[in-house]
């Protein structure tokens, strides 16, 4: 980059610090969705979190005054290395001085919903690793209210209570609406509470105590359908090393300034048996 130098630039640089800041915490949904760990100002980029694994007990049969059988409890270590994202936007001199808006917001704030949206896809991604899957998950035609109580029995079955959450992508929320608002039924019977609210607002809300989140950042596959999930917190985990940082640096010779955002976090796997893959297919037909 010819003739560059840096610059504080301290109204612009505060202003999308800001904005991009709350915009990354207000859009970002799928953080508080899952276990959050804090790296900053820890040394190392890696977090080390022990897996214990469940024991069974006995009863002692050979009178009040014997001792207890030991157990040895081993934990499994898990590892999660954060790595860094970043994205670059440049702001021309004549583009900032021409523009009626505030653009040091309007970039911010664009900035904070694209590193919200890489962090819920970095999460999202990580559905098709879970192992447990429905019977007819994997080969369903549409999501229906079904598929959900089958995944909390599974994750009951697995010894894993509430809460849960389920993320699935608008496609495959169109048929579950449908069905509970009995869209297209020659006869209506009386709705559910839940199916007035989505008849109502569109809200899908708790179905079986599991909490229903829409987001297009849940991933597809070739064939067409989309890998949902019905999760409990502690099945993903999130690693923060380092939270969204703007720097400025001016390019004199382009008569602009080049605006970067970053974040350097880890995401993976922590327990496999507290989540469901959920893969339906995501068609809307007429």
Known sequence: MANSTTTTLAGLFTTIQQTALFTM?????MRPLVRNYNLVNQPGKAAHVGIYPSIATSSITSGENSDASATTITATDKTFTATEVAIMATLTDLARDSTADDSAAAIGRILGETLAKKVD???AALFSG?????ASGMAKTELTPDD???????????????????????????????VLANAGSANTPALS???NDVLRSGYIGRIFGVDIFESAVVTGTSAGAFNGAIMHQDALAFCLKKDITIETQRD?????????????????????????????DAAITN
């Open 148 to 178: 959900i109580l089958k995944a909390v029995a599974i994750l009951r079955g697995n010894s894993v209570m509430g809460p849960y959450v389920g993320i699935f992508h608008p496609y495959q929320t169109y048929n579950l609406r449908n």
């Open 252 to 280: 004199a010779s382009l008569r602009a300034t080049e605006i970067v955002a970053s974040m350097t976090y880890a995401v993976g796997e922590l327990f496999d048996l507290h989540g469901v893959l959920v893969t339906t």
């Open 130 to 134: 879970f192992s447990s899957v429905p």
């Open 193 to 195: 509470d839940l199916g």
């Open 121 to 123: 896809e970095d999460i």
């Open 25 to 29: 915490q207000e859009k970002a949904f």
